[in-house]
C-alpha cells in the first residue's frame, strides 16, 4: 500500500531537493504504533530538517514532520480508530514525521486526543503551542504573578511566541511583545498584547553587568544576544524561560543576576518532556487554558504547500502557527 509524504532527499553532498511523492507503508520505520495521520503543522524544527541541517535529521531522505494527529491503524494498546497526537520526541527528526499520511512511532510516544481538542485544535497548538504551554507553567511555578509587572514574550509573531502572548493575556498577565516586524503589531494586539516593542530594543547593551529592571518575567525565543540582554534587565527575582537558538547558542552573561536579583532562567524542553507530564498539560492547555484565539493563531495549509511554507519559516518570515490538513 502507498501513501503520500513530503520527502526531502541528499541529491549531492549538501544538496537538498524535496517533492511531494508516494511511498510504500513498508518504508515506515518499525515501530508497533501505526497512524492515519490528518493533520500536521509547522515547527521550526522541521524548517531546519527540511533545509538540510544534520544537526536535527542525520540521513535524508527523510520525511519532516514533529507533529501529527490522526487515527490509530494498528497499536498494541489502543483500539483501532482511536484519536491520537504524536507530539516530540524523535517525530520528524530521524523518525520519518507527520508532513505525511502514514506514521509507524513506539506506543510511548502517543497521546490520546486532548478530551477539549478536535484533532486541528490540537495541531493548531502541536510543539510550538505546547512549548508555549510548557513556559507559562514554569513561570507561574517560579512564582510569576499578574501584579509583578510586564512580561515580555521575544519572537513573538512566532509559533512559541504568540501562543505565549494569547495564553499569558488569557491569565491576566500584561504582556508586551517584542518584534521585528511591526506590521503585526494590530494582530499581537488582538491576541492580548498590553504594547509592542521592536525586538531592536531588547539588544541594546550598554556593556554593564546589570541593567535597568524591566521585566517581572520573560518567555524568551530567540537566544544569543537578546537572552544575554534579558537576563541583565529582570527585576528582582525576575524569571525567564529559555527554549529557542535561533540568533545563537551562546549565552554571554554573568552572575549578578542571579546573586544580586535572585534571577531564576528555566531551560524549556518539549520533544523529551516524560509522557505523564506531557499528558497533563496537554489536558490543561484543551481545558482550563483553552484559548479563545486558535483560529486568530494560525493559517492552514495543504501538504503540497508545505515547502514554500518552510522555506519562509527558516527565512523568518512567518506569522502565528500553520496547520497542515493531510487528509485531503
Ligand atoms: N526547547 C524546546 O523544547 C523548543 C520547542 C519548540 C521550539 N523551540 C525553539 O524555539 C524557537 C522558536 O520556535 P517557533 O516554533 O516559535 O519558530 P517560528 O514560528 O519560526 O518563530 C520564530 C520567531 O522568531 C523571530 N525570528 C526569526 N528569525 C529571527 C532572527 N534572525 N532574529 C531575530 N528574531 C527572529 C520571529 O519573530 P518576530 O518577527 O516577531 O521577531 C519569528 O516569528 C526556535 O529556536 C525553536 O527551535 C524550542
Redesign the pocket.
Known amino acids: 500500500m502507498t501513501y503520500k509524504a513530503l520527502l526531502v532527499t541528499e541529491s549531492a553532498p549538501k544538496v537538498f531537493d524535496h517533492a511531494i511523492v508516494q511511498r510504500e507503508l513498508s518504508e515506515l520505520p518499525e515501530n508497533d504504533t501505526l497512524i492515519k495521520v490528518q493533520w500536521s503543522s509547522l515547527?521550526?524544527?522541521d524548517a531546519l530538517s527540511f533545509s538540510g541541517n544534520k544537526g536535527i535529521t542525520r540521513k535524508y531522505p527523510h520525511t519532516p514532520g514533529v507533529d501529527a494527529a490522526g487515527i490509530i491503524e494498528e497499536s498494541p494498546t489502543l483500539a483501532k480508530g482511536t484519536e491520537v497526537i504524536v507530539v516530540g520526541f524523535d517525530l520528524g527528526m530521524n523518525t520519518s514525521g507527520g508532513l505525511a499520511e502514514y506514521i509507524r512511532v513506539p506506543s510511548e510516544w502517543v497521546i490520546e486526543k486532548p478530551v477539549g481538542y478536535s484533532l486541528r485544535e490540537a495541531m493548531i497548538l502541536g510543539?510550538?503551542g505546547f512549548?508555549a504551554g510548557q513556559c507559562v507553567e514554569r513561570l507561574l511555578q517560579n512564582g510569576l504573578t499578574p501584579d509583578k509587572g510586564e512580561v515580555v514574550v521575544t519572537?513573538?509573531?512566532?509559533?512559541?511566541?504568540s501562543v505565549a502572548v494569547a495564553l499569558l493575556a488569557a491569565a491576566g498577565f500584561e504582556v508586551v511583545a517584542a518584534?521585528?516586524?511591526p506590521e503585526?503589531a494590530a494582530w499581537l494586539m488582538d491576541l492580548g498584547a498590553k504594547r509592542i516593542i521592536s525586538?531592536d530594543e531588547l539588544t541594546e547593551d550598554s556593556g554593564k553587568p546589570m541593567l535597568k529592571g524591566l521585566w517581572a518575567g520573560a518567555v524568551e525565543?530567540?537566544g544569543g544576544k537578546t537572552l544575554e540582554v534579558l537576563t541583565k534587565s529582570m527585576q528582582h527575582r525576575g524569571v525567564i524561560t529559555c527554549?529557542?537558538?535561533?540568533?545563537g547558542m551562546e549565552l554571554n552573561t554573568n552572575v549578578f543576576p542571579f546573586i544580586l536579583r535572585g534571577l531564576s532562567l528555566i531551560g524549556?524542553?518539549?520533544?523529551e518532556c516524560p509522557l505523564d507530564q506531557k499528558k497533563a498539560l496537554w489536558h490543561k492547555l484543551s481545558t482550563e487554558w483553552k484559548s479563545n484565539q486558535l483560529d486568530a493563531l494560525c493559517r492552514e495549509i495543504s501538504l503540497e504547500e508545505t515547502p514554500e511554507a518552510l522555506k519562509n519559516?527558516a527565512n523568518?518570515k512567518?506569522r502565528g502557527r500553520t496547520v497542515v490538513k493531510i487528509d485531503a
Open positions: 515547527n521550526y524544527k510543539t510550538a512549548t519572537g513573538a509573531t512566532g509559533g512559541v511566541g518584534s521585528r516586524n503585526t525586538a525565543t530567540v527554549c529557542g537558538m535561533i540568533t524549556i524542553d518539549s520533544a519559516m523568518g512567518t
